[in-house]
């Protein structure tokens, strides 16, 4: 069983696959989009922890950047219900210290902005990963409780829960929030809104 890589980066897609040499083998390596940007560059070498997922008869390779990142999905793969696709979209949108949180705090809304997440599937993860995650995480799960931190994440709830009492859904909210920074609620609405309006 494969558990991790360091080779060189030969291609990447935006689907959130890419081809890494080792020892002159190629391995396809799925990821979420954004550990697809960040791994770095064609060319480069790269080192990923690896998640050896068997279905069958197929075999498919899962990189994170990071080990918590790993224990995060396989921990979602414990889940009922929950296969590779949706862990890897759950942790595309949330990371691993901000599930931990959302866990805590039985965060429904903002599971939701994972795409294909609906109410009942996301409560039902919640209580599910309440028991998961520590055992898998271990002190990484534990909440942090930076005064900043949790400042930031209770603005960022009501500007997101403001646009979706406006009517827009899940997913055009988690598109205009993903890098909007600050701790004012009404300018944060103000430049949403104005991003949505362009769309």
Known sequence: MIGSLRGVLLERSE???VLVEVSGVGYQVMMTPTTTVSIG???????LYIHHHFREADQTLYGFLSAQERSCFEALLMAHGVGPSLA???LGVHGPSELSQLVVEEDVASL???????KKTASRLLIELKDK???HLGAFATINKDATVASERTVMAEVRDALIGLGYSAEETRSVLTDLEGDDVA???????QRLAVK
């Open 88 to 90: 890897l979209a759950v």
């Open 187 to 193: 300018v944060l609405l103000r430049e949403a809104l």
């Open 15 to 17: 689907e959130g696959k």
């Open 133 to 135: 995650l520590p055992e």
């Open 41 to 47: 560059e064609i060319g480069q070498e790269v080192f």
């Open 112 to 118: 939701c902005l994972v795409p294909g997440v609906g």
